[in-house]
């Protein structure tokens, strides 16, 4: 490899993890590997980020037929809704992305998982601080926030009883 072939492939290099490293959820949204939302071509992808730029609110379907659209989108957070009862939440927080992934059936459960922002390497699952059945997380406010969503499982002789031993 020449000199100046190294060179352009360096600043190419250096180019695209300055685009990753950026706290820019659009990228990282674009660049989200297919095992984690294989409910998006990059086509729906980029049209669902052009509809939340142009505040357009409606659906975009998916590739399970399902509609899908982003609920809400800042320079490093986007909420979208997958499909009825399925939504995505990504934080980019310097070179971390926050994933929860939500589902609503008849109660909410999230997983939330922590990714590198380079080439979206899993870190880690994060749990919640206190023991529950079902939990469900938001990103909304910027903070990762988990809600015990047991009790709504619960009849009311079972509510009385229930957190009583902590």
């Known amino acids: 490899m020449t000199f100046r072939m190294r060179h352009i492939l360096t600043a190419v290099i250096g180019l695209i993890c300055l685009s ?5 959820v659009k990228p990282v949204f674009l660049q989200m ?6 409910y998006f071509d ?3 992808r980029m049209t669902l980020l052009l509809n939340a730029e142009n505040q357009d609110t409606s659906y975009v379907v998916n590739l399970f037929g399902g509609q899908s659209r982003i609920n809400e989108k800042r320079e490093n957070y986007l909420s979208l809704q997958v499909a009825e009862g399925i939504t995505y939440e990504l934080l980019v927080k310097q070179d971390t992305i926050c994933l929860v992934q939500t589902t609503c059936t008849p ?9 590198s922002a380079v080439g979206w390497t899993f ?3 994060v749990p919640p601080s206190f023991d529950a059945e079902y939990v469900s997380a938001s990103l909304s406010t ?12 619960l ?3 079972e509510k009385k009883h229930y957190r009583q031993e902590d």
């Not at 990753?20 to 820019?24: D, G, I, P, V």
């Not at 109660?107 to 990714?115: A, G, N, P």
């Open 107 to 115: 109660v909410c459960i999230s997983v939330v998982s922590l990714y």
């Open 33 to 38: 590997p297919d095992t984690l939302l294989p």
């Open 42 to 44: 990059r086509t729906q």
């Open 142 to 153: 910027g903070t990762l926030v988990f809600t015990d969503q047991t009790p709504l499982l």
């Open 123 to 125: 870190l880690r699952t």
């Open 155 to 157: 009849d009311e002789e």
């Open 20 to 24: 990753l490293h950026a706290e820019s």
